[in-house]
C-alpha cells in the first residue's frame, strides 16, 4: 500500500461555512506541489451540518477525505490526536478549520519541509481577538513553555507539521491531550517556527474562561506526569508462581483458593448482570477506559486483541471518569462512540469509580494484595490493564502506556 506524502488533520465544529473552501484551498495547494496527501474531518460533534457538509465533499472530490464522526465534544486537543491515529502520511499536517488566508500558510509550510524534518510550528504574527482571549492564550502557552525540557524561539499553535517518526515515538506517551505540544516538541531535535497570518475570517469558539480551563487541566496533566509518569515502571509485573518470565513476586502463604474475581458483581454498560463466573476457563483482561484521553486509541488495538485471540481471553472495558474526567459521557454515549469509532464487541461494564470513594469492589480486588492474594497496585491512568489466568486470579498487571499488541502482554495471554 503506497501511502500519502501527507495527512492533513482538520478538527471540525461549527465549521459548515469554511469546509467547502477548505477542501478546495488544500487540493489546489498540493497538486501545485505535486505532492499526494489525504485530508482528515474529524466532527467533533458539530451541531451545526459540518458532516453533511463533509459527506458532500467526500463524493464531490478525487482525492482521499477521511470522516471521522465523533458521538460527543471531546475538545480540539483530543479531536485531533484522534486524527493522528489515523493518519498514513509520511508528514502530518494539523490545522484549524478557519486557518485563512490557507493557500499563503500552508505553501510556507511545505516549502520548509527539508530532510531530517521533525516539527514546524506556524507562529501567528496579526490576529483579530480580544485582549482577554488574547491573555489567555499567552497564559496558556507560557505553562508550555515553563514545562519544556528545552528553550524554544516561539509558541506552539494549532498549525503543525509532524514527520512520521516523531509521531510514532510520542503518540503512545500521551496520557492527556492538552501536552501534545509538550510531547512533541521534548522529544524533537528540530523544532522551527515560521510567520503564520490569520484573516478576520475565522471565529474562534475559544473564549479567556476556555484557556483558563485548558490551563488548570494541562497543569493537573503535569502534576500526574511528574508525580508518576517520571517514575521507571516496568512494562509488565508478572505475580504468581509457576512462570520464570518477568518480574517475579513473592507470594506470602495467605490461602489464594477463594481469591479470584467470580463473586464480585457488576452491571453492563446497558445495566445488566455481569457475571464473571460465566468467563472460567479463559484468560480476562480488564481495562479502565475513556472516551477523550489521548490513549483512547488503544481501543482499536485492544479489539483486535479480543478478535484474535477470543478463544482464549474476554477482554472488558470498565469505563471511569476519575482520571481528569475523560470519560464524562452516560451509558449511551459511551456505546455510540465504541460502537462507531473502534467497532467495539468485547463487554464494556457500567461506569465505576476507581480513584473516588467510593471504590468499586472490582478495583479493591485488583488493587489489594489483601484481596487478590497477589499484588498490591495503584492504577496510575486510564488503560491500565489486568491479566486474570482461566482460574479468574491475578496474574499480570501492565501500565497505560504497555499497548494492546506489546510483546510481554500478548506473551502473558497466548502462555
Given amino acids: 500500500m503506497n501511502h500519502p506524502e501527507f495527512s492533513v488533520i482538520i478538527p471540525v465544529y461549527n465549521s459548515e461555512s469554511y469546509l467547502k473552501r477548505l477542501a478546495g484551498e488544500i487540493s489546489k495547494i498540493f497538486t501545485s506541489f505535486d505532492k499526494t496527501f489525504e485530508l482528515i474531518l474529524v466532527n467533533d460533534c458539530s451541531p451545526d451540518s459540518s458532516l453533511e457538509e463533509m459527506r458532500k465533499l467526500k463524493l464531490q472530490n478525487s482525492f482521499p477525505i477521511i470522516i471521522i464522526d465523533l458521538k460527543k465534544n471531546i475538545g480540539q486537543y483530543a479531536a485531533t490526536i484522534v486524527g493522528l491515529h489515523n493518519a498514513e502520511g509520511k508528514f502530518m499536517i494539523t490545522a484549524d478549520a478557519d486557518i485563512f488566508p490557507l493557500q499563503g500558510n500552508f505553501r510556507d509550510l511545505i516549502k520548509h519541509v527539508l530532510p531530517g524534518t521533525e516539527l514546524i510550528y506556524g507562529e501567528q504574527e496579526n490576529t483579530h481577538i480580544g485582549f482577554l482571549r488574547k491573555s489567555g492564550s499567552l497564559l496558556f502557552n507560557c505553562m508550555v513553555r515553563f514545562s519544556l525540557n528545552k528553550r524554544v524561539n516561539g509558541n506552539g499553535s494549532s498549525f503543525r507539521l509532524i514527520s512520521r517518526s516523531l509521531l510514532n515515538k510520542v503518540l503512545p506517551q500521551i496520557y492527556e491531550p492538552l501536552m501534545l505540544d509538550i510531547y512533541l516538541i521534548n522529544a524533537s531535535m528540530d523544532v522551527r517556527f515560521i510567520p503564520l497570518t490569520i ?110 485471540h477470543k478463544d482464549r481471553l474476554v477482554v472488558i472495558g470498565v469505563p471511569c471518569n476519575d482520571f481528569a474526567k475523560q470519560e464524562p459521557g452516560t451509558s449511551e454515549e459511551i456505546r455510540e462512540f465504541c460502537d462507531a469509532m473502534y467497532g467495539v464487541t468485547f463487554p464494556l461494564t457500567e461506569k465505576v469509580n476507581i480513584l473516588n470513594e467510593p471504590v468499586h469492589p472490582l478495583y479493591n480486588f485488583l488493587t489489594k494484595r489483601e484481596l487478590n492474594g497477589m499484588i498490591e497496585s495503584k492504577v496510575v491512568w486510564n488503560f491500565q490493564k489486568y491479566l486474570l489466568n482461566e482460574k479468574g486470579e491475578l496474574t499480570h498487571y501492565f501500565n497505560p502506556d504497555v499497548l494492546p499488541d506489546h510483546e510481554a502482554l500478548l506473551k502473558a495471554v497466548s502462555t
Avoid: H, W
Wanted: hydrophobic share 35%.
Fill in 199 to 308: 484573516d478576520s475570517t475565522g471565529t474562534s469558539s475559544y473564549s479567556f474562561l476556555k484557556l483558563i480551563s485548558q490551563g488548570i487541566n494541562l497543569l493537573g496533566g503535569l502534576i500526574f506526569e511528574r508525580s508518576y509518569l517520571s517514575k521507571k515502571f516496568e512494562p509488565t509485573i508478572l505475580v504468581g508462581s509457576g512462570n520464570n518470565s518477568g518480574s517475579q513476586m513473592s507470594i506470602d502463604n495467605t490461602s489464594i483458593e477463594d481469591k479470584t474475581v467470580y463473586p464480585i458483581q457488576i452491571n453492563t454498560l446497558e445495566g445488566a448482570v455481569f457475571c464473571f463466573g460465566d468467563f472460567k476457563g479463559k484468560k480476562i483482561l480488564i481495562v479502565n477506559v475513556a472516551s477523550a484521553c489521548g490513549l483512547t486509541p488503544q481501543y482499536d488495538k485492544l479489539q483486535k486483541l479480543y478478535s484474535e
